[in-house]
């Protein structure tokens, strides 16, 4: 005899309610055939271990209000993003942070320098990963060792004074280190990604989305305006557990111009081609010129005149146009890794040195 659909429905309810968190709890926890798991603290107590003090967070929530204003209009300073392609040694790290420091204040009357701080490196396919990851560059891979470090690098540097920058490749990373950070870029391969425009959009600093790798600007457009919405996803609390994230969404966002394949985008039709864009789907307009990358065809000097033109077009009317990247070093060029490196000198892109970087922002 059939039961009624009430009832029937009320039993399969039941027993569902019955069954499901038996079998949670009973599910043995299997190990993927490939991988293994290492340990790691949880961000709280990284955080912990490592604090920001009540003025360095208060420092920091400074910065990046100074970086909002820019990118608002309301400050009429260029925000420059410098620094390595990829921090690989910490003390070398430090002493460029050291004249970064004495350059920014010297030029605070028409820039706001932010240093990148980039400890984390997307691959096209393989290769080294960062100094979070794989500090020693062994290959095998030190998570523990690498949050240690790479935080403690970033509480160094900010305490110098310096506003910080970095790419969001992995958004559990940032639980570990976006306190700290004043900017953030979402890259040319992760612009696309809901994950990461969901982690833009809960992020507590302004965020420059680089243009698509075939140059496009439609794409970054798109992660915009979604970073500026409301989001719910999957993610780890900063005690260790799996958690429902909600996001307010994040306005402060803007378009970073870095070129594509075979293509530049730093002169002055492509920028208001770029602006036109934004108009079009109703976005903020403010555009950040990276000097490098696509922009500078993978050599390091061209940002000299990449910088100096973008410049021009600035001081010649162009209000759209509100920061530079740069990437610099204590030595030009870059190198191999090896066991005997060359101090301060880049090992992922060629960087310009020390000395083309300080006549260049002197210059400007």
């Not at 991988?35 to 990284?46: F, K, R, V, Y």
């Not at 003090?53 to 009429?76: C, K, M, T």
């Not at 890794?337 to 002197?362: A, F, H, V």
Request: with cysteine.
């Amino acid at each position: 005899m059939n039961m009624p659909l009430s009832t029937a429905s009320a039993e399969r309810a039941d027993l569902l309610s019955q069954r499901e968190p038996a079998s949670l709890q009973e599910a043995p926890a299997a190990m993927p055939d490939h991988s293994h798991e290492i340990a790691l603290p949880t961000p709280a107590a990284l955080r912990r271990q490592l604090p920001a003090d009540e003025f360095l967070s208060n420092q920091i929530a400074a910065h990046r209000d100074e970086v909002r204003n820019i990118l608002r209009g309301h400050d009429p300073r260029i925000l420059m993003v410098v620094g390595p392609c990829s921090v690989h040694d910490e003390v070398a790290a430090l002493e460029y942070g050291e004249k970064l420091k004495a350059l920014s204040d010297s030029v605070a009357d028409r820039f706001l320098i932010v240093m990148r701080a980039y400890l984390e490196k997307p691959r096209t396919t393989i290769g080294w990963k960062g100094l979070l990851y794989d500090p020693e560059r062994t290959g095998n891979g030190d998570l523990n060792a690498g949050l240690v470090r790479s935080r403690r690098l970033l509480l160094n540097l900010a305490v110098m004074g310096l506003p910080l920058a970095t790419e969001a490749l992995s958004p559990l990373a940032m639980d570990y280190m976006g306190d700290l950070i004043s900017w953030t870029a979402i890259g040319a391969r992760t612009t696309e990604s809901q994950v990461h425009r969901e982690l833009a959009s809960g992020l507590s600093m302004p965020v420059g989305f680089k243009n698509a790798t075939n140059g496009s600007v439609v794409v970054a457009g798109d992660a915009m305006r979604s970073a500026a919405h409301p989001h719910h996803y999957m993610g780890i609390s900063a005690t260790g557990g799996p958690v429902m994230i909600t996001t307010r969404g994040n306005r402060d966002t803007h378009l970073v111009l870095r070129g594509g394949r075979g293509i530049t985008n730093y002169d002055a039709d492509s920028i208001a081609s770029a602006v036109k864009s934004l108009v079009d789907a109703g976005l903020p307009t403010a555009v950040m010129v990276d000097c490098s990358h696509d922009n500078a065809c993978k050599q390091a000097e061209r940002q000299l005149d990449i910088a100096r033109e973008v410049i021009a077009q600035k001081r010649a009317g162009n209000q759209h146009i509100r920061g530079l990247m740069l990437e610099s070093f204590l030595e030009p060029g870059r190198q191999d890794d090896s066991k005997e490196l060359l101090y301060g000198c880049s090992i992922t892109d060629p960087c310009l040195g020390w000395s083309q970087t300080e006549g260049l922002i002197r210059s400007l």
